[in-house]
């Protein structure tokens, strides 16, 4: 049992409370420990017959009234409190951090003592209270001295009071003469607080080491070149692809200034230089491709990618089949709408008018007429073509369900939301359209939600906070008649106004009867079975039905016939009775309510979507690249509509339209690249090559 005790005394109760915990961790089985700080009422009038540490020298005069002639003095030698200086190591080299303490001197040994560990990736500024010509960073590091810290500084690292260092703990031992056994085993455990922070620095050293492998295993197995500098400018990050476009080795760029690593002056500026124009293509060593800028301010940092542009360009290929597995696309155009009747063509010249236009459009039509069909093709047709096309259809789900698919979910927003949330339809067209199929079928509050997103152009998942931005096209349709609805207080006027800023009605079947036969013998071409043969006397039946199920309802009828005819032929007999049939609803009801459209494929099979535009005129393509070519060279931007321009020199000058046509067939091969925003089209490699070995003339570079 411990005989003999001592007196500790310091300035502030967190340096009491961390010295006590250190002294009874080492001494404490030896010797009883008394405790007091300046900070604390109860230190005794007068101690007497004791051995007396002290904190610190700076202390000395406050305490001198308590401390009795016949006690014992020690002036504790401090050092860095070993178990927290690990927080210290994260920070890369050459970070600027001012370290706070109460008096010069102690700022000075604290410095020393992190030098003398090894801590040297800090560079320290040394700050106490009086301190001038202060200079302003925004990372402090203090032994427990929080208060003293400046309010100009955003980021605190505590490392807790100082400890007493062996010296002074050896000199307690002699003080209080203890036997030497008890010494050597108070020295061992010193050692081994020593040895625990050796073990605990090793470690974490080794974590680091494997974060930074982790780290750049990470970067290089990303397809993109990354490359990070500095706020001095000097190269911090370089992956393997970065390696490969260069051609230099990350051990020789690191460290190293942006221009010692790359040649091309031009890209050097794109990339140091903060512009609202962040992507741009280069030339890199015989390769093209679209770098991106990206400027971390907080970080004072720069980040750039280098993407292969033909790899690219294969990526979108294989993610456009992989949209055209999941339904991500429009399966129709034009071409797949079947009918030459007057009603028809008019209807398909207005879409086609309207599908350049990116505003919402309401698609009206009985069921069977085809609106999902005009959806697709009127999408198609649009800016947003090579984008993703979605369809809801509001006839087939519940309302929870709807709100849930249409904007989505965070984790944990109802009873069985998945884990991690779930992205809404708005969110997963974005930069494509979205199709409304019965939209005359949701409810008034869906009907408000919906209204703000045609209004706002944002979405908030169920259960969250965040705004999302987004950029939609929205087709609506229904059959329902929607006027009717907002007299009955069923439907909003303000979201049938937002909806219906172009209009598109469809054409009724019985209203164009001479598209039947047309549509009849395309029915039975996508069947594959050609060889049948319909009778004349079958088709003018047919042709005199009313059809109120419209082209759905024609096809089920073929369908039908395909199905019970006999000898390759279908005749009269093969009609079905009249009660298959669907009759008018005006017959039945007095009025007109028409059905879902859904699932109507109301004209034959869907455009192949992997086949390339091709460009049919050698003669126009190398005008196009050569006319690109030449804005290149001077470095002014070029689109569809200046190439347009410029065809008036040709024999056939070529429309917008036919540009875009052909530029995306361009594109496709490799020899053009489209960039959104001012940069416009850009002449790649392949491009190159293809004008040089067609021999078209020229300018010198």
């Given amino acids: 049992m411990p005989n003999q005790s001592i007196t500790l005394l310091t300035g502030t109760v967190e340096t009491r409370k961390t010295l006590l915990a250190q002294l009874q961790d080492i001494i404490g089985d030896f010797v009883d420990i008394e405790s007091y700080s300046i900070e604390e009422p109860g230190i005794p009038a007068k101690i007497n017959r004791k051995l007396v540490i002290l904190s610190s020298q700076h202390i000395e005069d406050e305490v001198a009234d308590y401390i009795g002639k016949d006690c014992q003095i020690i002036v504790a ?17 050459g970070t600027r951090a001012l370290y706070v303490n109460d008096y010069p001197e102690t700022v ?31 990372l402090a590091i203090t032994p427990g001295e929080v208060d003293l810290v400046p309010e100009f500084v955003s980021e605190v690292v505590n490392i807790g009071p100082r400890l007493i260092d062996l010296t002074t703990i050896m000199e307690i031992i002699r003080k209080l003469k203890l036997p030497e056994q008890k010494g050597l085993e108070i020295s061992k455990r010193f050692i081994r607080k020593i040895i625990e922070l050796s073990k605990k620095l090793a470690h974490t050293s080794y974590e680091t080491g494997q974060l930074n492998q982790h780290f750049k295993q990470v970067l290089d197995g ?54 609202d124009d962040t992507n741009q293509v280069f030339t890199v060593n015989g390769t093209d491709f679209v770098v991106q800028r990206i400027h971390l301010k907080g970080e004072n940092s720069i980040v750039a990618t280098f993407k292969d542009v033909h790899e690219t360009i294969k990526i979108e290929r294989t993610l456009r089949r992989e949209l055209v597995k999941k339904g991500f696309v429009a399966k129709y155009t034009f071409n797949d709408i079947i009918g030459d009747s007057p009603a028809l063509t008019k209807t398909k010249d207005i879409a086609r008018k309207l599908s350049r236009n990116d505003l919402t459009v309401l698609i009206e039509g009985e069921s069977g007429t085809g609106k999902e069909l005009f959806a697709s093709a009127m999408h198609n047709e649009s800016l947003r073509g090579s984008q993703t096309f979605l369809a809801i259809n509001f006839s ?52 408000a939600r919906l209204l703000r997103v045609l209004q706002e152009k944002e979405i908030m998942r169920i259960g969250g906070s965040k705004i999302i931005p987004i ?14 609805m907002i007299d009955l207080g069923k439907f909003r006027e303000d979201l049938y106004h937002r909806l219906k800023v172009l209009y598109v009605h469809l054409p009724k079947l019985r209203t164009r009867k001479e598209d039947i036969e047309g549509l009849i013998r395309h029915f039975i071409h996508s069947s594959g079975r050609d060889h049948i043969r319909i009778l004349p006397e079958v088709l003018r039946r047919l042709t005199q039905y009313e059809w109120y199920g419209n082209i759905r309802e024609l096809k089920n009828t073929l369908d039908y016939m395909l199905a019970v005819c006999e000898n390759d032929r279908i005749t009269l007999n093969d009609i079905p009775e009249e009660s298959f049939f669907q009759r008018s609803a005006a017959t039945k009801r007095g009025e007109l309510v028409y059905r879902s459209d859904s699932d109507v494929a109301a004209a034959g099979e869907p455009k192949n979507e992997e086949a390339a535009v091709a460009v049919t005129d050698e003669e126009e393509m190398l005008f196009i690249l050569h006319k ?23 024999s056939k000058p070529l429309s917008e339209q036919q540009i875009r046509h052909r530029v995306d067939a361009l594109e496709k091969s490799g020899m053009l690249l489209v960039i959104r925003g001012r940069t416009g089209i850009k002449l790649t490699k392949l491009g190159l090559d293809k004008l040089m070995t067609s021999g078209y003339p ?3 570079a």
Avoid: W
Avoid at 244 to 251: E, P
Avoid at 471 to 484: F, P, S, W
């Fill in 222 to 275: 990303v397809n993109d070149g990354i490359l990070a500098i500095d706020g001095s400018g000097k190269v911090t990050v370089f992956n393997d692809i970065m390696e490969s476009a260069l051609k230099v080795t990350s051990r020789f760029a690191i460290g190293k200034p942006l221009g010692s690593v790359i040649s091309n002056q031009e890209l050097i500026l794109f990339i140091l230089h903060d512009s």
């Fill in 396 to 447: 087939a789900l519940s309302e929870d369900l709807i709100e849930s698919e249409l904007f989505g979910y965070e984790e944990g927003a109802f009873t069985g939301a998945k884990k991690g949330g779930k992205t809404g339809l708005f969110e997963q067209a974005n930069g494509g359209t979205i199709f409304l199929d019965e939209i005359g079928d949701i409810s008034l509050k869906l009907q």
């Fill in 77 to 93: 030698n401090r050092i860095a409190n070993y178990e927290h200086i690990d927080k210290l190591l994260f920070y890369p080299s």
């Fill in 108 to 138: 000075s040994e604290s410095i020393g003592n992190l030098l003398d560990l090894g801590i040297d990736n800090i560079e320290y500024i040394p700050y106490y209270p009086g301190k001038k010509n202060l200079q302003k960073v925004s």
């Fill in 698 to 700: 020229l300018a010198p």
């Fill in 471 to 484: 950029n939609v096209r929205v087709i609506a349709a229904t059959n329902k008649d929607l006027l009717k």
């Fill in 628 to 650: 690109v070519y030449e804005y290149n060279r001077r470095g002014e931007p070029i689109g569809r509509q200046k190439i347009a321009e410029c065809s008036s020199v040709l």
